[in-house]
C-alpha cells in the first residue's frame, strides 16, 4: 500500500506519509490503552481512505444515523483490538 493513488478531485491532497501504528508500536501496558490504540488506529485508516476532511465531515451524517453502519465502525474497532490484543499477548504477565 505505497502507492495509494489520490483522488480524482485536485483540491483533495492525500498525506504523504500516513503513520497508520501511532509510535510505531501495537504495544500497551493495559487493555484500555489498547481499546484507545484500537479506536485511534480505526480513525486513521478512514481518515486515510477519505483524507478530504470536509466530506467525512458530510458522510459523518450519514453513517450516525445509520444503525448498521455504526454496527460496522464498532466491527472495524474490534478488529483492530484483537489485533493490539494478540500483539499484547492479552495482557497476560
Known amino acids: 500500500m505505497d502507492n495509494i493513488m489520490p483522488p480524482n478531485n485536485p483540491s483533495v491532497v492525500t498525506p504523504a506519509e500516513v503513520t497508520l501504528v501511532?509510535?510505531?508500536s501495537l504495544l500497551t501496558e493495559?487493555?484500555?490503552?489498547g481499546r484507545?490504540?484500537?479506536v485511534k488506529m480505526?480513525?486513521?485508516i478512514i481518515k486515510m481512505t477519505q483524507p478530504d476532511e470536509e466530506k467525512r465531515k458530510?458522510?459523518?451524517e450519514v453513517?450516525?444515523?445509520?444503525?448498521?453502519?455504526?454496527i460496522a465502525v464498532g466491527h472495524v474497532v474490534a478488529i483492530e483490538f484483537a489485533t493490539v490484543a494478540a500483539a499484547n499477548n492479552y495482557w497476560r504477565k
Do not use: K, V
Open 22 to 24: 501511532p509510535n510505531n
Open 30 to 33: 493495559t487493555p484500555e490503552e
Open 36 to 38: 484507545q490504540l484500537a
Open 42 to 44: 480505526a480513525r486513521l
Open 58 to 60: 458530510q458522510l459523518r
Open 63 to 70: 453513517y450516525g444515523n445509520d444503525a448498521m453502519m455504526l
